[in-house]
Antibody
Framework: QVQLQESGPGLVKPSETLSLTCAVS?????????WGWIRQSPGKGPQWIGSIFHSGSTYYHPSLKSRVTMLVDTSKNQFSLNLTSVTAADTAVYYCARHYGDYPPDYWGQGTLVTVSS | EIVMTQSPATLSVSPGERATLSCRASQSLSSNLAWYQQKPGQAPRLLIY???TRATGIPARFSGSGSGTEFTLTISSLQSEDFAVYYCHQYNNWPLWTFGQGTKVEIK
């Protein structure tokens, strides 16, 4: 059973860096899938942030590219998201997910709410 | 960026009735369109990909159709567990994936 679990601070101050980790269980992170981050602001549709392959190759949404960094830790079977210079507009539920190539994500984490506020 | 427009925003349906949800893309997707179901406090669940292929474990009452820019999700006979928000998702333009704003299916 593939499981993904997000973790990280639920509150981040404006201008600081949002950092989240996604722990993967039941599946090896090096087994050919991509691992992505998606966020959802209250009452809105999901927004794709980007994805990473186990080799370290990354693909970011252009609107966030200047502020996003994703890393993979194969020894811990997890991957991470850093989003710098956050504002209130970055307040959202953040999900991690798995997808195969350019196919849509099939497994998602439960999501973690991150609020940007002083 | 491909804009996905879903209609209606809210659909009121009685249990046992058919629900038809629409999704329009601002440019052609071929068949690279997926549908997700989301219940409150839960992650989205993949229902349909390739516009019409049901994901593993999805009941046959869910069906998808369409290609190009016009797509439809049909729930043939609504069950109590089907009342949720449904999102369409285009994956034609990797990595510039986008989602629709959702259709809420509520009990009439």
């Amino acid at each position: 059973q593939v499981q993904l679990q997000e973790s990280g601070p639920g509150l981040v101050k404006p201008s600081e860096t949002l950092s989240l980790t996604c722990a993967v269980s039941g599946y090896s992170i090096i087994s050919g899938y991509y691992w992505g981050w998606i966020r959802q602001s209250p009452g809105k549709g999901p927004q794709w942030i980007g994805s990473i392959f186990h080799s370290g190759s990354t693909y970011y949404h252009p609107s966030l590219k200047s502020r996003v960094t994703m890393l993979v830790d194969t020894s811990k079977n997890q991957f991470s998201l850093n989003l710098t210079s956050v504002t209130a507009a970055d307040t959202a539920v953040y999900y991690c997910a798995r997808h195969y190539g350019d196919y849509p994500p099939d497994y998602w984490g439960q999501g973690t709410l991150v609020t940007v506020s002083s | 960026e491909i804009v996905m427009t879903q209609s209606p925003a809210t659909l009121s349906v009685s249990p046992g009735e058919r629900a038809t949800l629409s999704c329009r893309a601002s440019q052609s997707l071929s068949s690279n369109l997926a549908w997700y179901q989301q219940k409150p406090g839960q992650a989205p669940r993949l229902l349909i990909y390739g516009a019409s292929t049901r994901a593993t474990g999805i009941p046959a009452r869910f069906s998808g159709s369409g290609s190009g820019t016009e797509f439809t999700l049909t729930i043939s006979s609504l069950q109590s567990e089907d009342f949720a928000v449904y999102y369409c998702h285009q994956y034609n333009n990797w990595p510039l994936w986008t989602f629709g704003q959702g259709t809420k299916v509520e009990i009439k």
